[in-house]
């Protein structure tokens, strides 16, 4: 792999599938094609080596192992999600968290930063981040993180996961209220494009709170990991407007 990095020249990344060996992933091992990363404009071919290129590539998502230049494990994971499927990425993510390779933070943070790069395996990711964290318990990493914010920002806690209302003849269970305002807040998941049924669905939600004479608060995905400040003063208005 030295000679390979050696021969092509810097800038030069090892990544993909040879790069999630380096990293130790489940199952992944070094053979041929060794699959590398350059910038964008280098034209370059070389026997038994799959040559990507990128636009951008990001001082965060590269690092170094043994003296060779590889993808970062996060940008790694990212880049193989395309390859795998929902049950074999929730293997690997849960792999990466126990072994310190990722963290949740950062993880979400690149999905943010590179969805609109083309990256086909986003989906599949967030699928399986998804389904992980329900065969876990417990929250979220969206709800764990906008309980972090609230917490930071010195706001009081609210009571997760409570039934307030009936839709249809459903139960009406919010992600979050705050008692002494009551005030609804809702995040709204990792889907990027909700589809006509989701978003019917949270529509017919919002209206049996507002109904009821409550005051509910939607925070997207991407609000919550890239636009906190926003969260928070939100929140923090629409707090101080009960108390007036």
Same mark, same amino acid.
């Given at each position: 792999?030295?000679?390979?990095?050696?021969?092509?020249?810097?800038?030069?990344?090892?990544?993909?599938?040879?790069?999630?060996?380096?990293?130790?992933?489940?199952?992944?091992? %070094?053979?041929?094609?060794?699959?590398?990363?350059?910038?964008?404009?280098?034209?370059?071919?070389?026997?038994? %080596? *799959?040559?990507?290129?990128?636009? *951008? &590539?990001?001082?965060?998502?590269?690092?170094?192992?043994?003296?060779?230049? @590889?993808?970062?494990? %996060?940008?790694?994971?990212?880049?193989?999600?395309?390859?795998?499927?929902?049950?074999? =990425?929730?293997?690997? &993510?849960?792999?990466?968290?126990?072994?310190? =390779?990722?963290?949740?933070? @950062?993880?979400?943070?690149?999905?943010?930063?590179?969805?609109?790069?083309?990256?086909?395996?986003?989906?599949?990711?967030?699928?399986?981040?998804?389904?992980?964290? @329900?065969?876990?318990?417990?929250?979220?990493?969206?709800?764990?993180?906008? @309980?972090?914010? *609230?917490?930071?920002?010195?706001?009081?806690?609210?009571?997760?996961?409570?039934?307030?209302?009936?839709?249809?003849?459903?139960?009406?269970?919010?992600?979050?209220?705050?008692?002494?305002?009551?005030?609804?807040?809702?995040?709204?998941?990792?889907?990027?494009?909700?589809?006509?049924?989701?978003?019917?669905?949270?529509?017919?939600?919002?209206?049996?709170? %507002?109904?009821?004479?409550?005051?509910?608060?939607?925070?997207?995905?991407?609000? &919550?990991?890239?636009?906190?400040?926003?969260?928070?003063?939100?929140?923090?208005?629409?707090?101080? &407007?009960?108390?007036?």
């Amino acid at each position: 792999m030295h000679a390979v990095v050696i021969d092509i020249g810097d800038p030069c990344w090892v990544s993909g599938p040879t790069a999630a060996a380096f990293h130790r992933y489940h199952s992944f091992v %070094v053979r041929r094609p060794y699959h590398v990363l350059v910038p964008r404009g280098r034209n370059l071919r070389r026997h038994g %080596v *799959v040559v990507h290129t990128s636009e *951008v &590539i990001d001082p965060i998502d590269t690092c170094e192992v043994d003296g060779i230049p @590889l993808m970062s494990p %996060v940008r790694t994971l990212i880049d193989i999600a395309a390859r795998c499927d929902r049950a074999r =990425l929730t293997t690997l &993510i849960d792999g990466a968290l126990r072994d310190g =390779l990722i963290s949740e933070d @950062l993880l979400h943070r690149r999905i943010v930063a590179l969805r609109s790069k083309g990256r086909y395996g986003l989906p599949r990711l967030l699928d399986a981040l998804e389904g992980g964290e @329900l065969a876990r318990g417990g929250h979220s990493w969206l709800e764990r993180r906008f @309980l972090e914010l *609230v917490h930071a920002a010195g706001l009081p806690r609210p009571r997760s996961q409570v039934v307030l209302a009936r839709r249809r003849d459903e139960l009406v269970r919010v992600d979050f209220h705050f008692e002494s305002a009551d005030l609804v807040v809702e995040v709204l998941g990792y889907r990027w494009h909700r589809s006509e049924t989701q978003m019917r669905a949270d529509a017919e939600r919002a209206n049996a709170l %507002v109904l009821q004479g409550r005051r509910c608060v939607q925070f997207s995905y991407r609000m &919550i990991v890239d636009d906190s400040p926003y969260v928070v003063s939100t929140v923090r208005s629409a707090l101080d &407007i009960a108390s007036t």
